[in-house]
């Protein structure tokens, strides 16, 4: 229950980001889809450990960093998905390399896996989970700020910001249903 709207928050980010960076309309739409299928290897992962309301173990994270890999499993087969599998499989590496599941860093992570670990991480820092209460969103906006170069692609970040209002507006729609934002 506590996933209720995320994928659709991060892929309606992640397509404001996508149009910010430039992408064509059918690239945004390709990331718009990534977005709704980047978690779909949770799946894969025991309710106990996703539902967990205090700190995850060491064993119980590694599952968690499974799901990457999960996802891209189930959809390789969808050849009509097949644009999907590069933002679903690395949604969470670090442009540093510090990342999963194969720490790769920089411009060799896919920009559909940069824009997403953008509009992800934003959604997972403001959002209310078992184990804790989503923060504030200028404290969530100050650790993308922080971490751009470091953790996220500072071109993604850069776009974020430059279309924040339309990000606000998305996440300010979280009780209700979700349509496309093209501001």
Same mark, same amino acid.
């Given at each position: 229950s506590y996933t209720c709207g995320h994928s659709d928050r991060v892929a309606e !980010?992640?397509?404001?980001?996508?149009?910010?960076?430039?992408?064509? !309309?059918?690239?945004?739409?390709?990331?718009?889809?990534?977005?709704?299928?980047?978690?779909?290897?949770?799946?894969?992962?025991p309710d106990h450990v996703l539902k967990k309301p205090?700190?995850?173990?060491?064993?119980? !994270?590694?599952?968690?960093?499974?799901?990457?890999?999960?996802?891209?499993?189930?959809?390789?087969?969808?050849?009509?998905? *097949?644009?999907?599998l590069p933002g679903v499989l690395h949604h969470h590496e670090?442009?540093?390399? *510090?990342?999963?599941?194969?720490?790769?860093?920089?411009? *060799?992570?896919?920009?559909?896996?940069?824009?997403?670990?953008?509009?992800?991480?934003?959604?997972?820092?403001?959002s209310n989970r078992p184990y804790r209460r989503g923060m504030a969103t200028d404290r969530a906006e100050q650790i993308l700020r922080e971490g751009a170069g470091r953790q996220w692609d500072v071109r993604c970040v850069d776009a974020f910001f430059r279309t924040i209002h339309g990000i606000r507006l998305v996440a300010s729609q979280r009780s209700a249903p979700l349509s496309p934002v093209w501001l």
């Open positions: !980010f992640a397509r404001l980001i996508a149009r910010e960076l430039g992408l064509d !309309f059918d690239e945004c739409e390709q990331i718009h889809m990534t977005g709704l299928l980047h978690d779909v290897g949770k799946i894969g992962v205090g700190q995850l173990t060491e064993p119980e !994270f590694e599952l968690i960093k499974q799901h990457p890999v999960i996802g891209y499993e189930i959809l390789k087969h969808l050849e009509n998905l *097949s644009y999907v670090s442009v540093d390399g *510090s990342g999963y599941p194969h720490g790769l860093r920089g411009d *060799s992570i896919p920009l559909a896996a940069r824009i997403l670990a953008v509009a992800d991480a934003y959604d997972a820092m403001t």
